[in-house]
């Protein structure tokens, strides 16, 4: 299958830092990459959408001004946590797809904020 | 009422039980069906993909897809300790293959030596 790749896999940052994660697909071009939020024994809550070129596409009750994405190219879409505060800790998980193809999801991305 | 609904379980099994998981779904919409495994702290990974209703193989893994009733199963045959995992339904949106997924709560198992 194919593969999509996240870095870091795991970040302690202080209060109030900006933190970027990244996520790539590696064997495949994706024009749709999504952003995942993951809480302990709890199903993924996806955040985002994030098109190639365009803005992202943000669930409700998600902060755009907090959690910036950006979908460069087709291989490579950011998530940056910005001023991040304690209760952002959490994993989050990019997923990537393409048409006729369905979604591979990321290792995940472990954020510890002190 | 959640879209999609999954038993969270947690469900415990003997080596070499038969598993059986399911979820319902309540939008008719939905035309694509997965099923993801969750190991602790990693990415879900892709297990099974269907489309149409009845049976899709694949190892020791059977996908069951009713339509009419909106229930999908994942049965695992010899299931082994490896098998240890959150199983999770998900269903993307828009009758597409790679629309945003809704995914179920999740199914915690755990498979016994």
């Known amino acids: 299958g194919a593969v999509v790749s996240q870095h870091p896999s795991r970040v302690i940052c202080k209060s109030g830092t900006s933190v970027k994660i990244e996520c790539r697909s590696l064997?495949?071009?994706?024009?749709?990459m999504f952003w995942y939020r993951q809480f302990p024994k709890k199903s993924l809550m996806l955040m985002a959408t994030?098109?190639?070129?365009?803005?992202?596409?943000?669930e409700q009750g998600v902060e755009k001004d907090k959690f910036l994405i950006n979908h460069a190219s087709l291989t490579l879409s950011t998530l940056t946590v910005t001023s991040a505060h304690p209760e952002d800790s959490s994993f989050y998980i990019c997923?990537?797809?393409?048409?006729?193809?369905?979604?591979?999801f990321g290792p995940g991305t472990r954020l510890t904020v002190l | 009422q959640k879209e999609v609904e999954q038993d969270p379980g947690p469900l415990s099994v003997p080596e070499g039980a038969i598993v059986s998981l399911n979820c319902t779904y309540s939008?008719?919409?939905?035309?694509?069906f997965m099923w993801y495994r969750q190991y602790s702290r990693k990415g879900p990974e892709l297990l099974m993909y269907?489309?149409?209703?009845g049976n899709k193989e694949d190892g020791r893994f059977t996908a069951q897809v009713d339509k009419s009733s909106k229930y999908i199963s994942l049965f695992i045959r010899d299931s082994q300790p490896s098998d240890s995992a959150t199983y999770l339904c998900?269903?993307?949106?828009?009758?597409?293959?790679?629309?945003?997924?809704?995914f179920g709560q999740g199914t915690i198992l755990t498979v016994h030596p």
């Open positions: 998900a269903m993307p949106a828009g009758g597409t293959s790679y629309g945003k997924l809704t």
């Open positions: 994030s098109n190639e070129g365009s803005k992202a596409t943000y």
């Open positions: 064997d495949f071009q994706a024009t749709t």
């Open positions: 939008n008719s919409a939905f035309q694509y």
């Open positions: 997923s990537a797809g393409d048409r006729g193809n369905t979604q591979y």
């Open positions: 269907t489309y149409s209703s």
